[in-house]
């Protein structure tokens, strides 16, 4: 378990609605596993980081959402479909708790925001470690491709995976990519 004082490093960047749901306070101790100086650096940044009970559209200023299919999802898919999303025009984490998670859905978010705001998902070594690692990657990563969507959505499930096991992540994303993610969490720490 991580410690919550680290999320103090937000410093009125988050925002928490129904504290007391379990699944609320589950998704603020993944939180509390990152060092407080990456929360600092994403609040520098503008980084808001909203957690509370219900679909993404229900939470924060998403309701302009509502009905839209995400790029890249089945169809029928929408966002009221899902419990998490990092905007990247707004810099704004939305972390719920409908649909329930069976992945982490803070750390992803989170993750999101620290490849963009801190320029990683453009780097050359997260293309080198992605291209090294792409024939081994789960479907559900490979289905972007070889695509700047797809080495986002990779950092984010190899920096959410990493934080919580390593050695699941290395089974997962292979040694390239999360010696990147550990390279970013040392850099961040």
């Given at each position: 378990m991580g410690d919550r004082r680290n999320l103090e490093g937000l410093r009125g960047h988050l925002t928490v609605t129904d504290a007391a749901d379990p699944e609320v306070q589950d998704h603020l101790d993944d939180l509390a596993l990152l060092p407080r100086a990456l929360y600092e650096r994403l609040a520098a940044a503008?980084?808001?980081?909203?957690?509370?009970?219900?679909?993404l559209t229900e939470l924060d200023d998403n309701g302009d959402l509502i009905g839209v299919r995400p790029p890249g999802s089945p169809f029928g898919s929408r966002y009221e479909h899902f419990g998490g999303l990092y905007r990247f025009d707004r810099r704004e984490v939305t972390i719920g708790t409908v649909p329930p998670s069976q992945t982490n859905?803070?750390?992803h978010e989170v993750g999101h925001a620290v490849g963009d705001v801190l320029g990683y998902n453009g780097?050359?070594?997260?293309a080198a470690a992605f291209n090294a690692s792409f024939a081994g990657l789960p479907d559900a990563v490979k289905?972007?491709?070889r695509t700047a969507r797809g080495r986002r959505e990779t950092l984010a499930e190899t920096f959410a995976a990493t934080v919580e096991s390593?050695?699941?992540?290395?089974?997962?994303?292979g040694d390239p990519l999360v010696?990147?993610?550990?390279?970013?969490?040392?850099?961040?720490?």
């Open positions: 503008g980084v808001q980081v909203y957690v509370g009970c219900g679909n859905r803070a750390l780097s050359s070594e997260l289905q972007y491709g390593e050695a699941g992540a290395r089974v997962l994303f010696e990147f993610a550990l390279g970013m969490l040392r850099d961040l720490s």
